[in-house]
């Protein structure tokens, strides 16, 4: 009989977090010694320098590698760190396509940094699988696609994302952010790479940084740690340790904060100011259902909504008191922002018009407060 998989909470829970060998502590410690004793030139006891390699970074990449199902997890120092990582194993003229509803700081590095060093992109709508296909070429080498997409939430179908990617000789990374490990596991629908901004849900309390590039291809894991080395985008040990904390409780806070969102976006369906909603769990028809098959169990605990114009998202989000107007998402307390306005004002304005994205548009990230409170505050900011 083969030996059961521990559950995702169990996971959460453990996964890299055995209890410290030497001294018993229940909660394995924070590691900063940036260099590491060598017994005879050469000879290590498993690490050598903290660019390169750290003994809590470790553990963090252990428990990424066990939630997310894959073989190998690289722990950055931010999600642009990450996402700047994969990017770079790519070579002058290579050709990337890019999902347009995509966060606005994945646009700008390749928009405003990595198109210097000969990188070009495409971007395009990749719930639209015709479309993804048509926006491939033979010189590209890299899908990235989130799913769900920021700030739209549109649900991109990643088994047929990967199966496009592999039928032009081209790597699939998903940017899994918006649902987390808890939600969705990249890898087993045939993505090559999964990346995520762990300063969001993994986190969990808006007080840590941190990115992860997860991958069970050992070739790109491998250019993956030596391009870390090279670069340097590490994190703090303390940061690390901060994650680890964090995901202890991931499995019970994304469900939580998934079925508050839940209730508010029928809410917010119902009101006659909000013009629409964008939620997979209340999506038409075909998204929904692509949503439910693809997701595992809940929606995620980010939705947006438009109101009529920029003007009136920035009155109504001036006029919450429960939620705090600030950017970010994932955490325990629930966070409202204008993309056009804050994450996603580096995008220009026509390509954001062109992704649907309108300048009344409002993005929530339900947090664990009590949904009628939320509810409270979101009907007073409305009236
Ligand atoms: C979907 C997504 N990916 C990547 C990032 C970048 O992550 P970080 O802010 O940790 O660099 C963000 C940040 O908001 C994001 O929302």
Redesign the pocket.
Known sequence: MTERQPGFATRSVHAGQDPDLQTGAVVPPIHMATTFLQDGVGNLRGFEYGRTGNPTRQRLAECLAALEEARHCCAFS??????AAVMMLLEPGDHVVLTDD?????YRLLDAVLSRFGLRFTSVDASDLAALNAACEPSTKLLWV?SP??PLLRVVDIAAAAHIAHEHGALLAV?S??ASPALQRPLALGADIV??????FLGGHSDV???AVLTSDDSVAERVRFQQNAVGAVPSPFDCWLLLRGIRTLEVRVRRQSESALTIAHWLLEHPLVQRVHYPGVAADGARSLAERQMLGGFGGVLSFDVSDAHRAKEVLAKLRLITLA???GAVESLAESPALM?HASVPEEVRRKAGLSNGLIRLSVGLEDVDDLIGDLDQALD
Do not use: R
Not at 78 to 83: E, I, K, R, V, Y
Not at 195 to 200: D, G, L, N, Q
């Open positions: 931010s999600g642009m760190a990450a996402t995509v966060y606005g700081g994945t989130e997409t920021n940017d952010t918006f990346v995520h901004s762990s300063t969001k940084l941190g990115g950017e970010s998402l994450t």
